[in-house]
């Protein structure tokens, strides 16, 4: 059943491929990648790392002069040297494929095929059928439904720990472009039995919010509550305020209790959780626009969980030049974490985290790079550091074609030395309704 869904959509999306031509407009994003990387693995053999992947997504809007459109993004990888993942040569996939029908009224829109679901609590994607509409007295409610999308088995088991279905909806409130209530859910059929892994049932019901009752401020966030276990599972919220031209502050506040909010991730073996096991952060950023061009950000964020608690703060610096074809920054954040707030062995997870950057782009030629160093407290693997620095370089052919490459080199805890590089070939033209490129 998981492998003739996926099968049966692009099937009827590649059938399709023949009306998308006399389209009124199609938009192609097609990026070639070969990527060099040489991997010094402690305690493992030097790997020469060489995948070709290709990434495809095609845009056509009003197919047969209908309010119809078609969407697609999918991939795949040929490994020219050793294996890249897992113990296969070659790969691929479609990240999503959907016919979408919009409604002249009622703001009402259909979906067909592997889309992803982002309403209230729901963040899902699935094979399946999706539909919304808005209703009268400022109400509107969105439903959708379908097979669940499978991951590679875990290991020693013969699933991924996934239910075979999905579904869920929305249903919400507006008034006047100054507030939005919501109330959302998300129910998944039964998840298998695990022999190695324990997991539940990915079950959640919540609500969530938008409220803007002026345009200098905003509330945005979520609170979900697990069925499964009769606890909240996640609370999110982000407030911004604007007291000024130029001067933004946004305070966030994030929980979420570890059993309630893994449940379902065989991964993390949710099942096993302490219920009253939970991890939070409190922070706030300050950035202000000194002139065009010129902007500097202050951040801190208190995290605090079962094993401890830390706290990060730093600041940014960002610049721009030549009507913003030149832009640069620098950064430094600095983690002070209390001894039991590493997970593993590390004795401490404190560091100095310092970063800058330069991007340049003209209409012939593009390039940056991008420094990026961690300095830690004390030593993890017998290192004091992680380092590395990327070089991007790139020649814009035409408009719609450009050919890059990316060269970065760096050493951490993990590999002694990891050389990286790549070469891109990127093509996004769009076209009109009869073949003529825009």
Request: aromatic fraction near 12%; proline fraction near 3%.
């Amino acid at each position: 059943m998981r492998v003739v869904i996926p099968r049966l959509i692009l099937s009827c999306l590649l059938l399709l491929l023949p009306s998308v031509l006399p389209a009124t407009e199609t938009a192609i994003d097609s990026n070639t990648i070969v990527r060099i990387e040489q991997r010094d693995v402690i305690g493992s053999d030097k790997q020469n790392i060489l995948p070709a992947t290709q990434f495809i997504g095609l845009d056509a809007e009003k197919l047969a002069d209908m309010d119809l459109s078609l969407h697609f993004y999918g991939w795949g990888r040929v490994d020219l040297g050793d294996k890249s993942f897992n113990d296969d040569y070659t790969d691929g996939g479609f990240t999503y494929g959907y016919l979408r029908y919009r409604f002249n009224a009622a703001n009402a829109d259909i979906l067909a095929g592997r889309f992803f679901v982002r309403e209230g609590i729901a963040n899902e994607q699935v094979d399946g059928i999706s539909a919304r509409t808005d209703l009268p007295l400022g109400f509107g409610i969105s439903a959708f439904g379908g097979a669940n999308i499978h991951n590679r088995n875990l290991f020693r088991e013969n699933s991924d720990g996934k239910g075979d279905t999905l579904f869920g909806g929305r249903f919400n409130y507006r008034f006047k472009g100054m507030i939005d209530l919501g109330i959302s859910g998300v129910y998944e059929s039964t998840a298998p039995t695990l022999l190695f892994h324990s997991n539940g049932d990915h079950r959640l019901v919540g609500g969530d919010v938008w409220l803007a009752p002026l345009k200098q401020l905003e509330l945005i966030g979520h609170s979900s509550y697990n069925t499964e276990t009769s606890a909240f599972a996640e609370h999110s919220y982000l407030l911004n305020i604007r007291p000024m031209q130029h001067l933004t502050l946004s305070v966030e506040f994030n929980e979420h209790r570890e059993k309630s909010y893994f449940f379902s991730w065989a991964m993390f073996s949710g099942a096993s959780f302490n219920p009253d096991d939970r991890s939070q952060s409190v922070g706030t950023v300050a950035s202000y626009e000194i002139s065009k061009g010129v902007e500097i950000a202050g951040d801190y964020k208190h995290y605090k969980r079962e094993t401890g608690s830390a706290n990060r703060y730093g600041a940014d610096a960002r610049l721009s030049f030549l009507d913003n074809a030149l832009r640069t920054g620098i950064g430094y954040h600095y983690l002070n974490a209390g001894e039991s707030f590493a997970i593993g062995s590390n004795p401490s997870a404190t560091y100095h985290e310092i970063r800058t950057y330069a991007l340049h782009d003209t209409k012939t030629y593009f390039g940056a790079v991008d420094l990026l160093g961690f300095f830690f407290a004390d030593k993890v693997f017998d290192q004091k550091s992680a380092l590395e620095g990327v070089l991007s370089v790139g020649y814009h052919i035409t408009p719609s074609l450009a050919l890059s490459g990316d060269v970065s080199y760096g050493r951490n805890p993990e590999f002694t030395q990891e050389a990286k590089g790549l070469v891109r070939l990127s093509y996004n033209p769009v076209f009109g309704g009869k073949g003529e490129k825009k």
